[in-house]
């Protein structure tokens, strides 16, 4: 029933960044993006059109094999993170918290919501200590725009116009500096219940509640992420 969120999209980036590698960099968000901006064309073989774009290859195309190493990085990440020790003491610290509070707030499945909420506050605490390699994201981002339509040919995606539009809305709109705003945390945990179709009307702007919830949980994953940096590649 629900879709498979993992690693939030600054999270991808930070993590992963590699310097001199732009298509890459961009594609680090690409699986999640195909998803959420156009759902019917979001099932694609990243290895597949990985292998075909290679050296010696027919269609060989260096800049489009990097950027779907990248989407392939993406997947394995995000694998790797659901067992990563970050994401267990993270869960383990607001499990019971969670199920009370959602009980309390009648928030929805408090397991995915929890989950969700993990990884959008992972994202709230790097964009905190990094504000300038957001900033760079999304300037790699807009710097790929070519880069992804070639990508959405060669995959054989139909709504590739549709597609591109949201891409552009996206990095021009900047909207993950918000983050800085734990009340944005409570709005996006609300909007992707809207998107998986479950209650959301537990939410309301502003409300002082939600606001203790969602600064206890970002306290621990604080705690945390202080236990195990995470550190992103130079980018000269």
């Not at 064309?41 to 050296?55: L, P």
């Not at 891409?167 to 709109?173: M, V």
Request: negative net charge.
């Amino acid at each position: 029933m629900f879709a498979n969120y993992s690693m939030n999209f600054f999270s991808h980036f930070f993590v992963d960044f590699q310097p001199h590698r732009p298509a890459f960099n961009a594609a680090l968000i690409a699986p999640d993006i195909l998803r959420n901006f156009s759902p019917g064309q979001a099932k694609f073989q990243f290895e597949h059109f990985q292998q075909i774009t290679s050296i010696n290859q027919p269609q060989a195309d260096p800049i489009l094999h990097d950027f779907f190493n990248g989407c392939l990085q993406h997947i394995q990440r995000d694998k790797e993170f659901h067992q990563s020790p970050i994401f267990h003491e993270i869960y383990q610290l607001q499990r019971d918290n969670w199920q009370l509070m959602c009980l309390e707030l009648q928030i929805p499945r408090f397991w995915f919501s929890l989950h969700v909420v993990i990884e959008i506050m992972i994202d709230s605490y790097l964009i905190n200590n990094n504000l300038e390699k957001l900033q760079l994201f999304y300037i790699v981002l807009e710097s790929q725009q070519e880069t992804y339509r070639k990508a959405l040919k060669l995959m054989g995606h139909d709504q590739i116009d549709h597609f591109m539009e949201r891409y552009t809305r996206f990095y021009t709109n900047q909207y993950l500096f918000h983050y800085q705003d734990l009340e944005r945390v409570g709005f996006a945990l609300h909007k992707i219940h809207e998107q998986v179709k479950l209650d959301s009307t537990w939410y309301t702007p502003n409300n002082p509640v939600h606001q203790v919830f969602w600064e206890s949980t970002y306290a621990d994953v604080c705690l945390v992420l202080k236990k195990y940096p995470l550190v992103m590649h130079q980018s000269v």
